[in-house]
């Protein structure tokens, strides 16, 4: 099964050329196919393949790779390739130009990923078929020299008939949960037994699997959505998007503490409402995810909102929700909202207050810095400290700060590729399992008259199941004990297994074989 | 409870390196007496490599007779009594904190001691190759006596660590592999130390690489169903299965290694020497996942 056989494909026409610049020339496209179909069931292409993947994603270990995101922005990535160059001197620029600072997005890992997975497909497409036969059709005789070179065999001489001999070790191994096919011959009763014949299908589930865990990798990169920064404040409706209709009410958010300050739970009750009608209500913490839909919402982080109110001049309520002030200065000394004012286009209001643990002397509790930008004005409009529940009035729009609100930060996240890689997960495993546990095991029986009785050759394939050869020779053992039931104790009959070292020997060709 | 666990520790350590010494006296005296038959089986890597195909292990229900109650024998049960001992390190560590071995450095570090110890005393006894101990006891010694320099203060757990049924799967799949790859690993190297066709003294290459096969069989699908539950876990606690976590990547890379090797077995040009190479470099991969969370940080890195 496992056994490859390389023949030198026939590239180019061996007849009819008379000099050497005539071969190679007519490739014909059948020969270039077939070429590259036995390029791809090579099992040494795909042990190469499965090496070069595995040296990029030591590269990609070693390496620090660019956060996701920052590689499209020329900008950003920029300021990424400054950072890490202290650590890379002056390699930066070439490592950043062969892609290795995003070594799994880079047309190198694509490449092999594709180029093995054609492999693994070649390979189970060709291999199929021959797995189909050996455990649906499998070879029922085997020739004389069979009996007398396989790597495990033995022989045994049993005083009965062989027609009742042969009963026996089809009920033997029956007992021993074998499937017996019986295929009578002039060289005698031929008997073919297998067990788990089904076992090396594991192979082709396996590979296909893989196969499977790619293509959901592929569907996550290229469909659904994830959004890592849903920020809710308590008491606010946030819209989901994306077309999903849904949105998400924060009821509640709590954060607990050990006695040693290090974080123990962080919670968030969500309502959440499919076109406007309420349809679910979870308690969302850290590994208890919402899910909907085939949408998923994870608690991420947390903080502060402030609660803002913005009228115009006629009193009319422009606005009037929870900003979260998800962004912190670049000082990491303020922590910022932004929120921008319905019917008033370019116009943009930071709020502004002292981050979590820092203290502004200028900012001082209950009070929120204003900033208030107009698009296409490079100064602020106005920069004001206000006080909370008071209206301040800047550009003819009065703005007033109610007070805080904890704010939770969720990930929404729809992704139809993860099935495809929870489905190739489980496949794996049982592939996985079936090969290695469930190996095929197969033996040949000839059954023929001798002097005095029935002589019983055994014969079987070893390979890579040594596991295997203890319960060959209880099997064996069995059938003789079965066969002559007079005699219980005198157990080692002539011409029984030569002796236990023979077979023992007989065993070590194979092995050496393998090197 | 913690101080048991300590103690445990302390006396595994002990057991461990006394198994090591009783080892390497027989090495040191087995080569003087070797011509000695009645010494045979005290040689156990000798006996088998000598007395080529008859000492095939457990395959071969008439080799079972166990030697003589020898300094090799000692060795046996002293590792027995070192993995009872880690056994009672590690359960008295889990009722102490409340959680399975997966909170921090200390916690893997006895954890992936007595995988290795486990695995060794599983196939010594399955295949009474005794010598790999010379290069597992070492590595197991040096692990615990690391987990006692790197403090055991118990820390309580994170958010994201608050899934206990599935970590503690995941870190004890893990630990079986790890402990499946380190034998595979030390055969790998009697494997290599040795020229074709075997040495004098040694376990027989064909034996090594039935050794390293099944240890594989065990913890290649073990290490499939980690990353797998790692992957689920990441999708619980962080809305993505996969994310290039350098963790992550340094397992994927050791799956593939092993994967590499149970293609390279059938390959010609590949099986034997190539083979064990890849098994020594799937240990250095397991060993460099495993210390990773010193030097690569990422979401793996709660263990400081």
């Known amino acids: ?515 | 409870m913690l101080k048991l666990a300590q103690y445990s520790l302390l006396a595994s350590v002990m057991v461990v390196c006394l198994a090591l010494v009783c080892y390497i006296l027989v090495l040191a005296l087995g080569r003087s007496v070797r011509r000695e038959p009645v010494k045979e089986h005290a040689l156990v890597g000798a006996g088998v490599g000598s007395s080529g195909g008859a000492a095939r292990g457990s395959t071969s229900p008439a080799v079972v007779a166990p030697a003589p109650r020898s300094l090799a024998a000692y060795g046996t049960y002293f590792t027995w009594l070192a993995l009872v001992f880690l056994t009672a390190s590690l359960v008295f560590r889990a009722i102490y904190t409340g959680h399975g071995p997966f909170a921090n450095q200390y916690e893997f570090a006895v954890a992936f001691g007595w995988g290795m110890m486990a695995a060794y005393v599983y196939f010594e006894h399955q295949y009474h190759v005794r010598t790999i101990g010379l290069l597992i006891l070492p590595i197991t010694a040096a692990l615990l006596i690391y987990a006692m320099t790197v403090g055991d203060t118990a820390i309580p757990l994170v958010p994201a660590l608050q899934n206990n049924l599935l970590l503690s799967i995941h870190v004890a799949l893990a630990i079986i592999a790890y402990g499946a790859f380190s034998v595979a690993g030390a055969c790998g190297v009697l494997y290599l130390i040795q020229p074709e066709g075997g040495k004098q003294g040694l376990p027989h290459p064909a034996k090594l690489d039935e050794i390293s096969y099944r240890a594989i069989i065990i913890g290649f699908p073990l290490l499939t169903m980690v990353v797998i539950l790692g992957a689920v876990w990441a999708d619980v606690a962080w809305g993505t299965y996969w994310s290039w976590d350098p963790k992550e990547t340094a397992s994927l890379l050791t799956w593939l290694v092993y994967g590499a090797y149970l293609h390279a077995r059938v390959v010609r040009g590949w099986r034997g020497r190539r083979a064990a190479w890849l098994l020594m470099l799937g240990f250095a991969c397991v060993l460099f996942t495993f210390f990773g969370n010193l030097f690569f940080g990422g979401l793996h890195s709660y263990a400081k």
């Not at chain 1, 994830?226 to 994306?242: E, L, M």
Request: charged share 15%; with cysteine; net charge positive.
């Open chain 1, 1 to 515: 099964m496992s056994q490859i056989v390389r023949t030198r494909p026939a590239g180019s026409p061996t007849g009819g050329s008379l000099d050497g610049l005539d071969s190679g020339v007519s490739v014909s496209g059948t020969a270039l196919l077939n070429r590259l179909w036995r390029f791809f069931i090579s099992m040494r292409t795909g042990l190469v393949l499965i090496l070069a993947l595995g040296l990029m994603s030591l590269v990609g270990t070693l390496l620090e790779q660019t956060p996701a995101g920052m590689s499209t922005d020329p900008a950003t990535y920029a300021s990424w390739l400054a950072s890490v160059h202290p650590k890379y001197g002056g390699w930066t620029p070439v490592l950043s130009a062969l892609g290795l600072f995003a070594v799994f997005t880079s047309i190198w890992f694509k490449a092999i990923t594709v180029l093995l997975t054609t492999s693994v497909l070649a390979c189970s497409v060709n291999r199929a078929p021959r797995l189909w036969k050996l455990a649906f059709h499998p070879r029922t005789r085997m020739g004389e020299t069979f009996f007398t070179h396989a790597p495990l065999r033995a022989a045994v001489l049993v005083p009965t008939e062989p027609d009742a001999a042969s009963d026996n070790v089809r009920a033997v191994l029956r007992s021993h949960r074998f499937r017996t096919v019986t295929d009578p011959g002039e060289e005698g009763m031929n008997l073919y037994a297998d067990r788990f014949r089904w076992g090396p299908f594991g192979t082709v589930i396996a590979h296909l699997s893989f196969v499977v865990i790619l293509l959901g990798f592929f569907l996550s990169a290229t469909t659904g959505f994830k959004n890592p920064q849903f920020t809710i404040a308590v008491g606010s409706t946030a819209q989901v998007g994306h077309g999903t209709g849904l949105s998400v009410q924060a009821t509640s958010f709590s954060d607990t503490y050990y006695l040693d300050g290090s974080p123990k739970d962080y919670s968030s009750g969500l309502v959440l409402y499919k076109n406007g009608v309420p349809v679910q209500t979870q308690t969302v913490r850290v590994n208890h995810p919402m899910r909907f839909d085939g949408v998923s919402f994870y608690q991420s982080y947390f903080g502060v909102a402030a609660a803002m109110q913005v009228k115009d001049s006629a009193g009319k309520t422009l606005y009037s929700d929870a900003v979260p002030m998800t962004f912190t200065s670049n000082d990491g000394k303020h922590a910022i909202g932004q929120f921008a004012v319905p019917g008033k286009t370019g116009l943009s209001v930071y709020v502004i207050n002292a981050a979590s643990g820092q203290v502004d002397p200028n900012i001082k509790a209950g009070q929120m810095e204003l900033e208030i930008d107009q698009a296409g004005q490079s100064a602020p409009v106005a920069t004001e400290v206000v006080n909370q529940g008071t209206s301040t009035t800047i550009a003819g729009l009065s703005y007033t700060f109610q007070r805080t609100r904890p704010f939770t930060g969720l990930i929404v996240a729809h992704d139809p590729g993860a099935n495809f890689v929870w489905v190739g997960s489980a496949l794996l495993v049982i592939g996985l399992f079936l090969v290695f546990f469930f190996p095929h095991r197969r033996i040949w029986v000839r059954v023929r008259k001798a002097s005095g009785g029935s002589e019983i050759l055994f014969a079987s394939t070893m390979r890579r199941d040594t596991a295997f050869e203890p319960q060959f020779h209880q099997l064996v053992t069995d059938i003789q004990l079965a066969g002559t039931p007079s005699s219980t104790t005198d157990i080692p009959l002539a011409g029984t297994p030569p002796s236990t070292t023979d077979i023992q020997l007989a065993g070590t060709p194979s092995s050496t074989t393998q090197k």
